[in-house]
């Protein structure tokens, strides 16, 4: 069985200031790693994806992520965040027997002016 | 810019209804998917749905729920007789190729609220 922890339910993070939200995952095959952002009231929107090589992925809006395959870790990073960037984020996994994707509980991002 | 839509945006409906949420994918993606989250926990996979069948589905999808694509654009989940935690954000996927590295593209939600 797969599964996705994402340990922060909500980070508050000041405006400009860096940020990283964690997730962790758990699979005993080879998984590719997703980071989906959802703003309010829209639907979930593909951020950065992991499938090979470089550990280190860039994706749309200044975000990054890490692969580490040794504490099975996909970690978002943005070196300064915006206003804008308040979302609620998705980590997922895919690979195994599962068409689908496996989804962590998702983390809240809120921006402080 | 092609996108997943999804009706209705939100609905509320007695226990014991049945209720039919409505995606229309993008035009040219050929594999389906209905998730669902329920307020302040995980997004779940349903089912996944390609060449008018259902590939695969959790042990969430049981029998009170179905798919269908009824013609070549909509993109159906029924849900037969509503409980009241069937109420949730049912979100609405598709993927242009087979292969798990490929983007799912997701609609907007139907919020569904059963009383």
């Known amino acids: 069985a797969q599964s996705v922890t994402q340990l922060d339910s909500q980070v508050p993070v000041f405006e400009e200031a860096p940020v990283e939200l964690r997730c962790n995952y758990s699979?005993?095959?080879?998984?590719?790693l997703f980071w989906y952002v959802q703003y309010p009231n829209q639907g979930l929107q593909l951020l950065l994806k992991?499938?090979?090589?470089?550990?280190l992925v860039k994706g749309i809006n200044g975000f990054e992520a890490e692969f580490n395959k040794s504490q099975t870790s996909f970690h978002l990073r943005k070196p300064s965040v915006h206003i804008s960037d308040t979302a609620e984020y998705f980590c997922?996994?895919?690979?195994?027997?599962?068409?689908?994707?496996?989804f962590g509980k998702g983390t809240h991002l809120i921006i402080q002016p | 810019e092609p996108e997943v839509t999804q009706t209705p945006s939100h609905q509320v409906t007695q226990m014991g209804q049945e209720v039919i949420l409505r995606c229309v994918p993008i035009?040219?993606?050929?594999?389906f998917y209905w998730y669902r989250q329920i307020l302040g926990q995980k997004v779940e996979f349903l089912v996944s749905?390609?060449?008018?069948?259902?590939?695969?589905k959790s042990e969430i999808f049981d029998d009170q729920f179905s798919v269908e694509r009824p013609d070549g654009s909509n993109f159906t989940l029924k849900i037969r007789s509503t409980k009241l935690e069937d109420s949730a954000m049912y979100f609405c996927?598709?993927?242009?190729?087979?292969?798990?590295?490929?983007?799912?593209?997701f609609g907007e939600g139907s919020r569904l609220t059963v009383l």
């Open positions: 997922a996994i895919s690979g195994g027997g599962a068409d689908g994707l496996t």
């Open positions: 699979s005993s095959v080879s998984v590719y």
């Open positions: 992991y499938l090979s090589g470089s550990t």
């Open positions: 035009s040219n993606h050929l594999y």
């Open positions: 749905f390609y060449n008018n069948e259902i590939s695969e």
């Open positions: 996927a598709s993927r242009e190729t087979s292969g798990r590295s490929g983007e799912l593209f």
